[in-house]
């Protein structure tokens, strides 16, 4: 028998609907920084099998309900992700269907008394929670226990409310850089919106004043966030043709000069054969020029009509003035200037590295993004590269408040690099890039002003880094890589020693100690990657039509991974006939490129709940 005024069900039950995963509904409600919010400031409750807990409390007091002392009791059962925090934990394991339970077997009698959260699973990547109270003995308790947990569930909605409507107002940024070429403000912009959205599918873009740009011929252009998980997009362009003027044939001709008589072993492979028909065409005009120099053509030019003699003058003029300032000066001019760096040509490459860096650190600075995707083209990735290799040293270290210091994200990607005995399988670019970007999400959530997460590279010269990008005779690419003026991907180490006695690891990052505000006497240090780190945390994926035969595919570019490092995720295209340089951004002449380059940008885009800190807001008060 039931004693007097005991209710007809021994437990109760509430339960809200949440428009997160299970998983990140689970590691977000008992973190240190979250918990006070929804349960009360001096609760304890840890994913740890046989670890202490106090929970909310209320009784029923002259016909209402007061919060009464809380309630200790221990965690008894546990099928629970750990909460986000440095501390070693003790948890069991998430099962595959994503359904998380934490029971507290409270101290107070009867024995049966339990609190048992659940979340489970719904459509549309949706969550739902259900805390039940078993053991009540008394309609009191019933009402009282409604109270608490009722209560604490319009705390969880409140807070899930606020992070959902931050995640729907979420911003993304692109920037593309337009390669070699007389190009024109906005024509790479136009051309990649167009392409690589889809209008078909509702991705309508629209184009706006470039706000952020110094240049006034600038505009941008904003994509509109769809119904899935691509949220807002704006796209920017970096435009830096008219930085680059006044370059000389002799500039033009001295570079290719030496990039011809470089040694075989820094020329590309898939060149090396181009290279040698040059050379030997270069030898034989010089032969045939020197020949007619010893011999007495005016009998031949004689037997010419006196109209073609004074037309072919001016036709050969004309044709070597457009073959000069179309090609040799227009096109490989600008790689001349950008890629040699010749006292000539500093203050050039100084204006536009500096014009990308303010350009990202206006991005940086407005507050209003969530991340940035940078795409460079041709020699535009080249100028990428190094924006985002100077923007790394200024922006790495900047730091705000934070009071998670988590590095576990980070040290695993440095375990890549030390495999463990037995352990030789490996690691493709693709099982690294989810890797990083974990890392990334770690390092934002550690405070840290580093919002690129992606760097895209279509038709990259960069592939013939060895041949292009040496400083001098005797200081070679491999030299400028190991002392870290070129970031890598992974980045460059060094070997430090390990706990383990007279064992060694090799590391790209280092120990970075700040003040802890909470306690301003006291020390705490997070784990960030050095100076060259850049793409410890920033996923780096190129793409690259195959060359073949004479004017098959894309000369300019190939893969980055033997230059650059086996975490570079080289996207190799399908061949192509006819010169495929323009192709990249370009539906009409080659629609699976276009789809390549769209996945590469990973374009859907959502930050884990765990971003979402309760900031402004303050621990619940029990009423």
Not at 478 to 501: K, M
Request: a positive charge; proline letters at 6%; aromatic letters at 8%.
């Amino acid at each position: 028998m039931n004693p007097p005024n005991a209710p007809p069900h021994s437990s109760i039950r509430v339960a809200l609907n949440l428009p997160f995963r299970t998983v990140e509904v689970a590691e977000y409600l008992l973190r240190t920084d979250v918990l006070p919010y929804w349960l009360s400031n001096d609760s304890v409750l840890l994913p740890k099998l046989a670890s202490f807990a106090r929970l909310p409390h209320a009784v029923a007091v002259n016909g209402g309900i007061e919060y009464s002392t809380p309630l200790s009791g221990t965690v008894t059962s546990l099928t629970w992700p750990a909460a986000a925090t440095d501390a070693d934990t003790d948890t069991g394991q998430a099962p595959d269907s994503e359904t998380f339970e934490l029971v507290v077997t409270l101290d107070s009698a009867p024995a049966t008394r339990r609190v048992t959260f659940r979340l489970t699973p719904r459509a549309g990547q949706a969550s739902r929670i259900r805390i039940e109270h078993s053991g009540l003995t008394n309609v009191g308790e019933v009402h009282s226990s409604v109270k608490v947990w009722q209560g604490a569930l319009n705390r969880i909605g409140r807070l899930m409310a606020r992070a959902d409507k931050s995640r729907r107002r979420e911003r993304q940024a692109v920037i593309v850089v337009h390669g070699i070429g007389e190009q024109r403000p906005g024509q790479l912009l136009r051309q990649f919106v167009t392409n690589v959205f889809d209008r078909a599918a509702g991705e309508v873009h629209f184009v706006k004043p470039d706000y952020v740009a110094s240049l006034l011929e600038m505009h941008m252009a904003t994509v509109p966030r769809n119904d899935g998980t691509r949220p807002t997009t704006d796209v920017y362009e970096l435009y830096w043709a008219h930085l680059i003027r006044d370059t000389t044939v002799a500039q033009v001709y001295g570079w290719m000069f030496r990039l011809m008589a470089s040694c075989d072993d820094k020329i590309p492979r898939t060149l090396i054969r181009l290279v040698w028909g040059l050379r030997a065409t270069i030898v034989v005009a010089l032969l045939v020029f020197a020949w007619l120099m010893t011999q007495d053509v005016s009998a031949w030019l004689t037997g010419l009509g006196l109209g073609s003699l004074a037309a072919l003058p001016a036709l050969a003029a004309t044709a070597l003035k457009v073959f000069r300032d179309q090609f040799i000066v227009g096109y490989a001019g600008d790689a001349a200037r950008y890629l040699e760096p010749r006292p000539e040509n500093i203050a050039r490459r100084q204006e536009i590295r500096e014009a990308g860096a303010q350009l990202l650190d206006a991005l940086h600075d407005k507050g209003r993004y969530a991340r940035i995707i940078v795409y460079g083209h041709s020699l535009g990735s080249v100028i990428a590269y190094d924006i985002l290799s100077h923007a790394w040293t200024r922006r790495s270290r900047r730091r705000g408040a934070q009071p998670k210091t988590s590095s576990r994200a980070l040290r695993a990607l440095e375990d890549l690099l030390n495999p463990r005995p037995r352990k030789t399988a490996a690691v493709s670019a693709e099982d690294v890039q989810p890797m990083q970007h974990a890392a990334w999400l770690e390092y934002r959530r550690n405070g840290f002003d580093w919002l690129v997460s992606d760097f895209v590279t279509a038709g990259s010269p960069l592939s013939h880094a060895r041949w292009l990008l040496n400083l001098d005779a005797k200081t070679q690419f491999a030299d400028l890589v190991r002392e870290r003026s070129f970031p890598t991907c992974p980045p460059q180490t060094e070997t430090i020693a390990s706990p383990v006695p007279n064992v060694h690891r090799q590391a790209f990052t280092f120990t970075h100690a700040y003040v802890d505000e909470q306690n301003l006497r006291a020390k705490r240090s997070v784990q960030v990657p050095h100076h060259a780190g850049l793409f410890a945390l920033t996923r780096w994926t190129n793409l690259y039509f195959p060359y073949s035969g004479l004017i098959d595919g894309d000369p300019i570019a190939g893969p980055l991974a033997e230059e650059f490092g086996a975490w570079v995720r080289d996207v190799r295209l399908n061949d192509a006939k006819g010169f495929a340089h323009s192709r990249y951004t370009d539906r009409d002449l080659d629609p699976e490129a276009v789809l390549q380059v769209r996945a590469a940008l990973n374009l859907p885009f959502q930050r884990p709940l765990a971003d979402y800190a309760p900031a402004g807001l303050h621990p619940s008060v029990l009423d």
